[in-house]
């Protein structure tokens, strides 16, 4: 202790005894030495980056399309009511298995009895009209035939024969009539029928009931449009899925392609289907604000045929579908990683796909490719240029930008 003390104070006496100059001169010493640590902390260069690579390997990859739809049945028929009533009694419920000709269900058929009766009535009265209408048609026509002969022989005055010839013209307009008033009565007999029919709600197929949209006691009113009753499926052992495709990928899907879908229901299963069709009906939607077009969209509906012998989907399913519609073995394959990286010192725009290598200063440099199919996180390279084995650049480590760590944190 007493050491260091004799130190300090001979220090502090050297320091006394200084002359000012030396004084002045010690400080600026001191303030530079602090100044050049201070720069070199603060200013110094930073660190070169350090990069993660990873070779470019041949493997085999595959092109999907995924999507998703409802599965429904392929044929459904939907039965609706003609007549207007009310709905006495209803013989089937959701699921009800049904044969074509089955009574589904029954509306009031009062009214369509009561035009149907008043049909049949005018129908017999205008029969009644047409037979009198013979009659005196014939007894008309035996007049002026027998005057037109009495006539010619100069026995009855003219005046007489047009009497007669204008009786037998307007017995011919009242048989006509009277013929088409039967006709009519008809018509209107068979429109009752058929409505009286028509109260009686008939399958017109052999299927399942899908939906009950009535219950008994409602009231139905029948004008310009139908009102709907029943859904029927004619069969649940074969469905099929409705997807819709974004047009970037349509034009992929070809009819005879596998599709692979998963169902909510069935979580842990897998199953299969075929694409029977590719619509070219397309639904179109945007979404416009005051002054300009936001967003648009554009699907396709691709049809797969799927089998549901065993039962298992119930119509309204949601299911995700994936179409496998190219595949290649054995080809240069880059990771996505590779495409999207940039390094941070690059200040420049690419209008072409391009990976990053280092060159033989351990430097970023930038090759041109061409790519085939695209996978999940694989892409095919199908230019020349690079080999397999090559190391690609995939991220860049300790840098941000190309702003050291040390000054971000700073910061």
């Known amino acids: 202790m007493t050491k260091k003390k004799n130190i300090f104070s001979r220090?502090?006496?050297?320091?006394?005894?200084?002359?000012?100059?030396?004084?002045?001169l010690l400080v600026l010493i001191i303030l530079a030495a602090v100044g050049f640590a201070v720069w070199r902390i603060w200013f110094k260069a930073p660190p070169a980056p350090k990069f993660v690579t990873i070779p470019l390997k041949k493997g085999n990859v595959e092109e999907v399309v995924e999507a998703s739809g409802p599965i429904a049945p392929i044929t459904t028929t939907q039965v609706g009511a003609l007549v207007s009533g009310e709905i006495l009694k209803i013989y089937v419920d959701y699921n009800s298995i049904v044969k074509k000709g089955d009574l589904l269900a029954i509306i009031d058929p009062t009214q369509?009895?009561?035009?149907?009766?008043?049909?049949?009535?005018?129908?017999?009265?205008?029969?009644?009209?047409?037979?009198?209408?013979?009659?005196?048609?014939?007894?008309?026509?035996?007049?002026?035939k027998r005057y037109k002969s009495l006539y010619a022989k100069d026995y009855v005055a003219k005046t007489d024969l047009e009497q007669y010839e204008l009786a037998y013209v307007n017995a011919k307009s009242s048989l006509n009539s009277a013929e088409s008033r039967v006709i009519q009565a008809q018509a209107s007999l068979e429109r009752a029928k058929k409505d009286l029919d028509n109260t009686r709600i008939i399958s017109p197929i052999d299927g399942i009931v899908l939906t009950k949209q009535v219950s008994e006691g409602q009231s139905l009113t029948s004008g310009f449009s139908t009102p709907?009753?029943?859904?029927?499926?004619?069969?649940?052992?074969?469905m099929q899925i409705e997807a819709k495709v974004s047009e970037a990928d349509v034009?992929?899907?070809?009819?005879?392609?596998?599709?692979?879908?998963?169902?909510d229901g069935y979580p842990d299963e897998k199953f299969q289907g075929i694409v029977r069709q590719v619509r070219t009906n397309y639904n179109g939607s945007s979404n416009n604000n005051s002054s300009s077009l936001i967003s648009s969209t554009t699907t396709y509906t691709v049809v797969i045929?799927?089998?549901?012998?065993?039962?298992?989907?119930?119509?309204?399913?949601?299911?995700?579908?994936?179409?496998k519609t190219k595949a290649k073995k054995d080809v240069l394959l880059v990771k996505n990683e590779a495409l999207r990286f940039a390094p941070s010192t690059n200040q420049e725009r690419f209008k072409t796909t391009?990976?990053?290598?280092?060159?033989?200063?351990?430097?970023?440099k930038r090759i041109d490719v061409t790519i085939g199919i695209i996978d999940e996180d694989k892409t095919e390279i199908t230019s020349d240029g690079?080999?397999?084995?090559?190391?690609?650049?995939?991220s860049e480590v300790g840098v941000l930008g190309n702003v050291p760590e040390f000054r971000r944190r700073r910061r």
């Open 386 to 394: 690079l080999k397999e084995g090559q190391m690609l650049i995939v």
């Open 11 to 24: 220090f502090w006496t050297w320091l006394k005894n200084m002359s000012k100059f030396k004084k002045f």
């Open 354 to 364: 391009g990976v990053w290598i280092l060159d033989e200063n351990k430097n970023p």
């Open 112 to 144: 369509s009895q009561a035009a149907y009766d008043q049909a049949e009535a005018s129908l017999s009265s205008a029969k009644e009209e047409l037979e009198s209408s013979k009659m005196n048609y014939n007894l008309a026509q035996a007049n002026y």
């Open 305 to 323: 045929d799927v089998d549901n012998k065993d039962g298992k989907f119930i119509p309204g399913m949601t299911a995700t579908i994936t179409i």
């Open 228 to 238: 709907e009753m029943f859904t029927l499926a004619q069969d649940l052992t074969k």
């Open 251 to 263: 034009v992929k899907i070809k009819e005879g392609q596998v599709a692979t879908f998963t169902l």
